[in-house]
C-alpha cells in the first residue's frame, strides 16, 4: 500500500524565493498534519487538518507561512517569502481517525541559502 | 555565539540482547502514547501503540510499558539486530485531541 507521499524529497533555493512542499497523505485517511524537524528543536508540529479544514495552525511560525488542502488527496506547504532559517526537514503525516496513530511521509529536506 | 542542537540519548547495545528505552511524558492527561523509529532520511516510523487503561501492550519483538504514576513509558526490544539502529521517539496525545507530543528522542546503536 502506498504511504503519505512528499515531493519534492530535497529543495535548495535562495532566500527570498516562494517555496512549495507537497503531501499526498494515505487514501481515506481523514487527518493531515505538517511538522518541521530540526537539530535545534525537534520535531514541531505546524498545522493539521480535519477532513480538508485547517483545525490548529498555532505551530505557524509566522505569516510567511501557509497551508492549503483543497481535496482529501493533496496539500500543500508554502513559505514566502523564504529565509535560511527555515532551513529544515519537513514531514507530512496521515491519520485515519482522532486517536489513531500518525503515518508519516519520508520529508522534504529544505535548504535556503 | 553558535547554535546548540539538541543533545540526543544514545544508548549502545550489542546485537541480539535486549534494549529498553525509557521516556518521561509530561501531560498527566495524556492518555494515549506511540512510539516511533526514525531511520536516516526518512520519517518517523509507527512501532507501537498504548491506551491508558493499559499497562503493557506487546508486540513482534517489542513491547510497550506504561507506568501513568510516574509519567513513565518503556519500549523493549528483543534480540537487538542491526537494523534497529535508530532513533526512537515516544509520543503523547490527549484523548479527544490530534495533538501529537513529541519526545526528544533516544538514538539506539547496535554494535554488531
Known amino acids: 500500500d502506498a504511504g503519505v507521499i512528499q515531493s519534492p524529497r530535497h529543495e535548495v533555493t535562495e532566500m527570498g524565493q516562494e517555496v512549495t512542499l507537497r503531501c499526498k497523505p494515505i487514501?481515506?485517511?481523514?487527518?493531515l498534519f505538517w511538522y518541521r524537524q530540526t537539530m535545534m528543536r525537534g520535531l514541531e508540529l505546524l498545522i493539521y487538518?480535519?477532513?480538508?479544514?485547517?483545525?490548529?495552525d498555532s505551530g505557524m511560525p509566522e505569516d510567511r507561512f501557509s497551508a492549503k488542502m483543497p481535496n482529501a488527496s493533496f496539500s500543500t506547504l508554502k513559505i514566502q517569502p523564504s529565509e535560511p532559517r527555515d532551513s529544515a526537514v519537513y514531514f507530512c503525516?496521515?491519520?485515519?481517525?482522532?486517536?489513531?496513530?500518525?503515518?508519516f511521509g519520508d520529508g522534504t529536506r529544505l535548504s535556503i541559502l | 555565539g553558535e547554535s546548540v542542537g539538541l543533545h540526543l540519548p544514545t544508548l549502545s547495545v550489542q546485537e541480539g540482547d535486549n534494549s529498553i528505552i525509557n521516556c518521561a511524558y509530561s501531560?498527566?492527561?495524556?492518555?494515549?502514547f506511540i512510539w516511533y523509529k526514525q531511520e536516516s532520511g526518512k520519517g518517523p516510523q509507527f512501532i507501537i501503540d498504548?491506551?491508558?487503561?493499559?499497562d503493557k501492550r506487546q508486540g513482534q519483538r517489542v513491547t510497550v510499558l506504561l507506568n501513568k504514576t510516574v509519567k513513565h513509558l518503556s519500549l523493549q526490544i528483543a534480540a537487538t539486530q542491526p537494523g534497529d539502529s535508530a532513533v526512537y521517539f515516544c509520543?503523547?496525545?490527549?484523548?479527544?485531541?490530534?495533538?501529537?507530543?513529541f519526545g526528544t528522542g533516544t538514538k539506539l546503536q547496535v554494535i554488531p
Open positions: 503525516a496521515s491519520s485515519l481517525a482522532v486517536n489513531q496513530p500518525q503515518h
Open positions: 498504548i491506551r491508558s487503561n493499559m
Open positions: 501531560n498527566s492527561a495524556s492518555d494515549y
Open positions: 487538518f480535519n477532513n480538508n479544514v485547517p483545525i490548529d
Open positions: 509520543a503523547e496525545m490527549q484523548g479527544g485531541y490530534q495533538k501529537v507530543t
Open positions: 487514501s481515506g485517511h481523514n487527518s
